[in-house]
């Protein structure tokens, strides 16, 4: 079997590439364009069952057509999971360009590769909370709700899935489309929460937490690990309907205050902080995302590592590979 990852060098990519190095004996081609997100080979370099005999990588732009030379390179694959992706929403609010080019028009090329590979069995498209919105409190939100974003990155993701929809709908392309929230886990990027807040408490420095107005209560979010999402996205390969979409969700909600307060007792160390006004320090950003996970569970998939196991993980690893924190 062929697959195919793009943003194989990024943090989430990477992890799925470890997952079918590890669990499949898989052909696995990355297409990455090795921006400062995915720091060069590093990722993949790192994991410990990678094998070159296994694994292609091909530097391109997919904000171009994939190019001939690429396609003969690869053949037809039988998998594509499409990660690639302009992510930080900080970045997106100051120029949502590039958001439209990579995650929109990006998505575009990919979707007309994949319209090329003979017995193609799935395109996977990797997509976010953040197109549905805020969630009030009670609320999770299951996968066909109405959307509503609220900063650039969100909206281009949210237009790069419906054009997803259309191509498995007018073209019979197969394929599915998974949101997923707040993913973390070893060699992230140091700009993310988890590697930011365990950075801060290393050198005993004040760990800004978002939250209300009133300054009373903290953000929250359902918290996954990258390797978790990699054990879903590979089962749904087998099980996904077409044209479905599947919600990939952390087992419980956590406040960022209580992910922060968890960071520092397994560095047992202290935690200094402070809550600031989510909206006026980072505008375009919501206090609470949820969504339901209900359906993935009902067909019968279960998280392999909880969040609490994971984070022990995560926090271990990186203090060990302490490069990670400090990336530019």
């Known amino acids: 079997m062929k697959i195919m990852i793009t943003g194989g060098c990024g943090f989430i990519g990477a992890h799925n590439v ?30 410990n069952a990678f094998d070159n005999k296994r694994v292609r990588f091909f530097t391109t732009d997919i904000t171009l057509p994939i190019s001939e030379g690429i396609q003969k390179e690869c053949g037809d694959v039988d998998y594509i999971l499409h990660f690639a992706a302009e992510t930080h929403v900080d970045r997106s609010i100051d120029s949502a360009e590039p958001f439209v080019m990579s995650n929109v028009v990006g998505t575009l090329h990919m979707l007309e590769f994949a319209r090329k590979c003979n017995n193609l069995k799935a395109f996977g498209y990797f997509s976010t909370d953040e197109v549905f919105g805020p969630a009030p409190e009670g609320v999770n939100y299951k996968e066909w709700d109405r959307y509503n974003c609220t900063n650039p990155y969100a909206a281009t993701k949210a237009g790069a899935e419906q054009l997803c929809l259309a191509y ?93 307060q968890m960071i ?58 302490k490069k990670w924190l400090y990336l530019k």
């Open 264 to 321: 520092a007792d397994i560095m047992a160390a202290k935690l200094k902080y402070e809550i600031v006004d989510f909206h006026s320090s980072r505008p375009g950003h919501d206090l609470r995302y949820a969504l339901d996970g209900s359906k993935l569970e009902n067909m019968g998939y279960k998280i392999p590592m909880s969040v609490d196991e994971a984070l022990k993980k995560t926090v271990e690893w990186t203090l060990k590979h």
């Open 168 to 260: 498995m709908n007018t073209y019979e392309l197969p394929g599915f489309i998974t949101h997923c929230m707040n993913v973390f886990g070893e060699r992230q990027h140091p700009e993310k929460f988890i590697p930011l807040c365990i950075r801060k408490i290393k050198h005993g420095e004040v760990v800004t937490i978002h939250g209300t107005a009133d300054r009373k209560k903290a953000g929250s979010r359902f918290y996954i690990h990258a390797r978790n999402v990699a054990s879903a996205v590979h089962w749904l390969l087998d099980k996904y309907e077409q044209r479905e979409i599947y919600n990939i969700v952390g087992e419980k909600e956590l406040s960022n205050l209580e992910l922060a």
């Open 18 to 47: 470890e997952h079918y190095l590890k669990e499949t004996d898989f052909e696995i081609y990355i297409l990455d364009k090795l921006t400062y997100a995915a720091n060069g080979l590093d990722r993949v370099r790192d994991i």
